[in-house]
């Protein structure tokens, strides 16, 4: 089992910045790749960004490419989201997660299965 704890979420205005942090426990945290994925009221689950365990690889969703950008510190078990130029459609509930396993490509990040989530953390943008 992994659990995910994440944490900064808030209200912030348009054209702001939040970040937003993953705090994992309980397996080998380079052993996971890292995702952040969100929900916006009536919307899907989409995809934000993913980072591989080995770091170096990453993937965006297009909509976040320029504004975002997704790290991971493997001493602290962490991982991170730095959202700026925050706009009001990037209002949503986040989520954490992880995946175990091999990948091919930074795009399997997004398409992959996570495994473990954390409980979601609310950031709301006001324009």
């Known amino acids: 089992q992994v659990q995910l704890v994440e944490s900064g979420g808030g209200l912030v205005q348009a054209g702001g910045s939040l970040r937003l942090s993953c705090a994992a426990s309980?397996?080998?945290?380079?052993?996971?790749?890292m995702g952040w994925l969100r929900q916006a009221p009536g919307k899907e689950r989409e995809f934000v960004a993913g980072?591989?365990?080995?770091?170096?690889?990453?993937y965006y969703a297009d909509f976040v490419k320029g504004r975002f950008t997704i790290s991971r510190d493997n001493s602290k078990n962490t991982v991170y989201l730095q959202m700026n130029s925050l706009k009001a459609e990037d209002t949503a509930v986040y989520y954490c997660?992880?995946?175990?396993?091999?990948?091919?490509?930074?795009?399997?990040?997004?398409?992959?299965?996570?495994?473990?989530w954390g409980q979601g953390i609310q950031v709301t943008v006001s324009s």
């Open positions: 980072v591989a365990r080995s770091g170096p690889l990453l």
């Open positions: 309980g397996r080998t945290f380079v052993d996971y790749h």
């Open positions: 997660a992880a995946k175990s396993g091999a990948i091919t490509a930074a795009q399997d990040l997004e398409i992959m299965s996570y495994e473990y």
